[in-house]
Each structure stands twice: as C-alpha cells, then as structure tokens.
C-alpha cells in the first residue's frame, strides 16, 4: 500500500509539473489556449486568467503530491 501511495504522488508531482510549464507558457503566448466557444449567455474567461488558475492548480498539484499540503498522520 506504501508503494502505491508513492507511485501516486509521483504522478501528482510529474503531472503538476508538466502542468505548470504549459500553464505559464500559456501565460506568455495565450495564443496556445484557445477560448473555448460560449455555451450559454457567459462568456467564457480570458486565457490568460485560465493560464492563471491552471498554473495554481498545477502548483497545488505538486506540493499535494510531494508530501507538503498533507494534514498529519493520526495515531
């Protein structure tokens, strides 16, 4: 189960970081993210602010998979 759990945190960790690079590419060149077409009366938000929160996402994505965003471990 121990070797499970570090499989999993390892692709949390490779994932988020793969995440993060594209995510702050997107906030250089926006032209990669496409905006999506509106579904309904909103419109959908800039690619820059969706760069934006996939990159905090990608970063929570790594700390959580490293160990650093865990509550500690009861007894």
């Known amino acids: 189960m121990k070797a ?4 999993v945190g390892v692709l949390m960790v ?3 970081c793969a995440g993060a690079i594209a995510c702050a590419w997107a906030l250089v060149d926006p032209s990669i ?12 938000p800039s690619p820059r602010w969706r760069a934006a929160l996939g990159l905090v996402v990608s ?3 790594v700390l959580f998979g490293s160990g650093r965003l865990r509550h500690r471990e009861l007894p």
């Open 33 to 44: 993210m496409a905006a999506p077409t509106p579904l309904g009366a909103f419109e959908p």
């Open 4 to 7: 499970l759990h570090r499989l």
């Open 59 to 61: 970063i929570g994505l």
């Open 14 to 16: 490779v994932g988020g």
